[in-house]
């Protein structure tokens, strides 16, 4: 079994920072891509940004430029970096991950249970 648990959420002011953290754990051979995304109230769930295996990161365009995500390899973990939070990024924000549980298994995508960030006006 493979659990992803995320931490670091909370409330904050406008123009504020919050660091969020996820950390994989169970039986894992490889990540691939690890990602955080977002859903609001009444709304879908949207991309923040992801980050492959040797780095390569992808943002969304309204986190562009506030936001950091990066990943220690070696604690099969993943961050996020958020400065200058604004009330629209208030959300449940949940990390994922694509791995493989064994050399022949296929990837697969795993996901956290979700962190609220709350940014006040």
């Known amino acids: 079994q493979v659990q992803l648990a995320e931490s670091g959420g909370g409330l904050v002011q406008a123009g504020g920072s919050l660091r969020l953290s996820c950390t994989a754990s169970g039986i894992i051979f490889s990540i691939k891509t690890m990602g955080w995304y977002r859903q609001a109230p009444g709304k879908q769930r949207e991309l923040v940004a992801t980050i492959t295996s040797d780095s390569s990161t992808n943002y969304a365009g309204a986190v562009k430029g506030r936001f950091t995500i990066s990943r220690d390899n070696a604690k099969n973990t993943v961050y996020l970096q958020m400065n200058r939070l604004k009330p629209e990024d208030t959300a449940v924000y949940y990390c994922?991950?694509?791995?493989?549980?064994?050399?022949?298994?296929?990837?697969?995508?795993?996901w956290g249970q979700g962190t609220q960030v709350t940014v006040s006006s």
């Open positions: 994922n991950a694509d791995l493989q549980r064994g050399s022949l298994l296929p990837v697969q995508r795993y």
